[in-house]
């Protein structure tokens, strides 16, 4: 039956001439990256979002954000792509997927080496001085902390946040028309490791519907578009893709 399934969503890409992939805090779960709601497990289990990843509590108490973000920093900074993501960036070199839409700030869709990749929530590759818009790359921003436990920029001293969406700020607005470019024109989107519960970007797939596409979906639990797909698969998201790929061979 697994392998039918597989059939199945390798016979879906065959047919499709422009395939889309959103992904999710799941894809990167196989690379040992906690999702967000996990019960005891997530990185929002046992801390309250709104008290430490809102841009108000950035501008307020940077102490307080940083003592969340820079050992989540650390924590992402020697993370590896998994199966999944190398399936991905093998789908699009093949020249089966055109572009990968990501809500992930772990840069691992591009260390995978996916080329088209719109990073709908920003990316940890970066951060921005607030004042004089110096910029840093991971590597940099942590000889940028003071003895308050504050990244500073080290031409004027103004505060430096990293290049994510925090909660409370809007999502960058060429990188949400470049992904509803993607999304209104798909024949299939790939759903991967996500539960299609986070807006803006879970308005994406009702675009690809919209337009005449199908979706595929491949994440555990429930979403909301369940009904609406072609195909839903609840195994481990790395094996899964893997099993796509085998079967397109």
């Known amino acids: 039956m697994e392998r039918q399934v597989a059939a199945r969503l390798a016979e879906l890409v065959g047919e499709s001439e422009s395939t889309v992939a959103l992904t999710g805090a799941g894809v990167s ?3 040992g990256i906690p999702d967000f709601r996990t019960p005891e497990t997530g990185l929002w289990a046992n801390v309250d979002p709104m008290k430490v990843a809102h841009i108000d509590v ?3 108490d940077p102490g307080r954000f940083w003592s969340y ?3 989540r920093f650390h924590s992402l900074g020697d993370k590896r792509p998994n199966a999944a993501h190398e399936a991905l960036a093998e789908l699009e070199r093949r020249g089966l997927l055109e572009g990968v839409i990501t809500q992930n700030i772990d840069r691992l869709h591009r260390a995978a080496g996916s080329e088209n990749v719109v ?5 940890i590759e970066t951060s921005t001085c607030m004042r004089c818009a110096a910029s840093y790359g991971l590597e940099e921003v942590d000889s ?5 436990g504050v990244a500073v920029c080290s031409t004027c001293a103004g505060p430096v946040k990293p290049d994510v969406v925090l909660f409370g700020e809007l ?5 949400m028309a470049r992904a509803r470019q993607l999304a209104g024109r798909a024949d299939l989107m790939l759903c991967v490791g996500s539960s299609l519960a986070v807006h803006p970007a879970a308005g994406l797939p009702r675009l690809t ?3 005449g596409g199908r979706l595929a979906i491949v994440t555990k639990g429930p979403t909301p578009y369940d009904g609406a797909a072609e195909l839903k698969l609840e195994g481990e998201v790395d094996a899964e893709l893997e099993a796509l790929l ?3 061979a």
């Open 209 to 211: 519907l919209e337009h």
């Open 119 to 123: 990073e709908v929530h920003g990316s």
């Open 144 to 148: 940028l902390f003071d003895q308050e």
């Open 246 to 248: 085998a079967a397109l």
């Open 29 to 31: 779960v196989p690379s």
């Open 58 to 60: 950035f501008e307020r």
């Open 69 to 71: 973000y820079r050992p």
């Open 171 to 175: 999502l960058p607005e060429s990188a």
